[in-house]
């Protein structure tokens, strides 16, 4: 199972109600996981979407939502996502 949020151009739902399963959804999430699941793993793979809409964030009640929820209750095993890492550059490092 492929958890993953709607992300364009990473992630793209298609609205063509003739599609099914993983013919619904196209970007470089999907092809990432093709490679990897049936070039290197060779298993096949279903995506679905996180029930939430959610990336992932911790909770006050101390667990986490989203991707990162599912992922770590074991609903989906991989997390087709896009990390945006920000922090001190070295202009700022003194």
């Known amino acids: 199972m ?3 949020a709607q992300s364009e151009p990473y992630l793209i ?3 063509d109600p003739e599609l099914a399963g993983n013919a619904r959804f196209e970007g470089y999430c999907v092809d990432l996981a093709e ?3 049936r070039q290197y793993l060779n298993v096949d793979f279903k995506i679905q979407l996180v029930k939430d809409g959610k990336y992932g964030e911790f909770t006050d009640n101390g667990t986490w939502n ?3 929820g599912e992922l770590t ?3 989906g095993v991989y997390c087709g996502v896009i990390l945006n890492i920000s922090g001190i550059g070295p202009e700022q490092n003194h």
């Open 2 to 4: 492929v958890d993953a």
């Open 35 to 37: 490679k990897i699941c």
């Open 13 to 15: 739902v298609l609205d």
């Open 66 to 68: 989203g991707m990162v």
């Open 73 to 75: 209750n074991r609903v």
